[in-house]
């Protein structure tokens, strides 16, 4: 019988898991790829620019902040469901990668609060009186810190996700050449991070290489998650 119940769990938290990957992924993309990235709101190496474009589109970049917020908020009972789908498989193992995930959540949290500090000082101008034009461009260069701890960010995403994808091909939970997948992605995601803080001019050019492949593991695992759950051998009573 209680088997039976940790099975069902199981079950409950694969369909979870898949839900909040497809939701984490959507608001993700649309917070650092639309909002960050192609507009011209962040521009890299040009504090004063960036600060002008955050007064003159303050209300898209609180929208990004907001997704921001809640693709990390997600991410804990994300985790949460991934850990009790992959406990029974090697419970040290899941509990690692539990803990690499909420590190990542947690840095990501304080980056997100420091980007939200200095998009306060610099769209008010009741604040922006009270600095002269190098302050105003030193708080920007906040931002261009807030990339920097994304790198970090990364990292334990790329950890901890190798870890659960490790435990999901061990399983056979799901397809291993998906599970594959998504270990290949995963490392390679380190990779790239540590390239990045060593050679940062080649951040623009592998930013698509890096991220493209762990974001179709993500997707793809939401989509089989939710819709075809998790392959959980039935135990014998």
């Given at each position: 019988m209680e088997n039976q119940a940790a099975i069902t769990a199981q079950y409950k938290a694969a369909r979870l898991a898949g839900l909040?990957?497809?939701?984490?992924?959507?608001?993700?993309?649309?917070?650092?790829?639309?909002?960050?990235?192609?507009?011209?709101?962040?521009v890299s190496g040009d504090a004063a620019k960036t600060a002008s474009n955050i007064m003159a589109n303050e209300?898209?970049?609180?929208?990004?902040?907001?997704?921001?917020?809640?693709?990390?908020?997600?991410?804990?009972?994300?985790?949460?469901a991934l850990y009790v789908l992959l406990r029974p498989v090697n419970r040290n193992l899941a509990l690692l990668a539990v803990f690499f995930r909420l590190i990542e959540t947690t840095i990501a949290c304080v980056a997100i609060i420091n980007y939200y500090v200095a998009m306060q000082f610099i769209s008010d101008a009741d604040h922006l009186k009270a600095f002269d034009s190098n302050q105003i461009q030193a708080l920007s260069i906040l931002h261009d810190t807030y990339a920097l701890t994304f790198v970090v960010v990364a990292i334990f995403l790329g950890l901890g996700s190798a870890v659960f994808n490790y435990l999901l091909f061990k399983s056979r939970y799901i397809p291993r050449v998906l599970a594959a997948w998504g270990i290949f992605s995963s490392f390679l995601l380190l990779i790239s991070q540590f390239a990045i803080v060593i050679f940062p001019e080649v951040e623009k050019t592998i930013i698509p290489a890096c991220y493209g492949p762990i974001a179709i593991d993500e997707i793809a695992l939401g989509f089989w998650l939710l819709i075809k759950g998790a392959n959980i051998p039935k135990m014998e009573s």
């Amino acid at each position: 019988m209680e088997n039976q119940a940790a099975i069902t769990a199981q079950y409950k938290a694969a369909r979870l898991a898949g839900l909040l990957y497809l939701i984490a992924m959507a608001t993700g993309f649309f917070a650092e790829f639309y909002v960050r990235f192609p507009s011209t709101l962040v521009v890299s190496g040009d504090a004063a620019k960036t600060a002008s474009n955050i007064m003159a589109n303050e209300r898209l970049y609180r929208i990004g902040i907001a997704n921001n917020l809640i693709t990390f908020a997600i991410d804990v009972p994300l985790i949460w469901a991934l850990y009790v789908l992959l406990r029974p498989v090697n419970r040290n193992l899941a509990l690692l990668a539990v803990f690499f995930r909420l590190i990542e959540t947690t840095i990501a949290c304080v980056a997100i609060i420091n980007y939200y500090v200095a998009m306060q000082f610099i769209s008010d101008a009741d604040h922006l009186k009270a600095f002269d034009s190098n302050q105003i461009q030193a708080l920007s260069i906040l931002h261009d810190t807030y990339a920097l701890t994304f790198v970090v960010v990364a990292i334990f995403l790329g950890l901890g996700s190798a870890v659960f994808n490790y435990l999901l091909f061990k399983s056979r939970y799901i397809p291993r050449v998906l599970a594959a997948w998504g270990i290949f992605s995963s490392f390679l995601l380190l990779i790239s991070q540590f390239a990045i803080v060593i050679f940062p001019e080649v951040e623009k050019t592998i930013i698509p290489a890096c991220y493209g492949p762990i974001a179709i593991d993500e997707i793809a695992l939401g989509f089989w998650l939710l819709i075809k759950g998790a392959n959980i051998p039935k135990m014998e009573s």
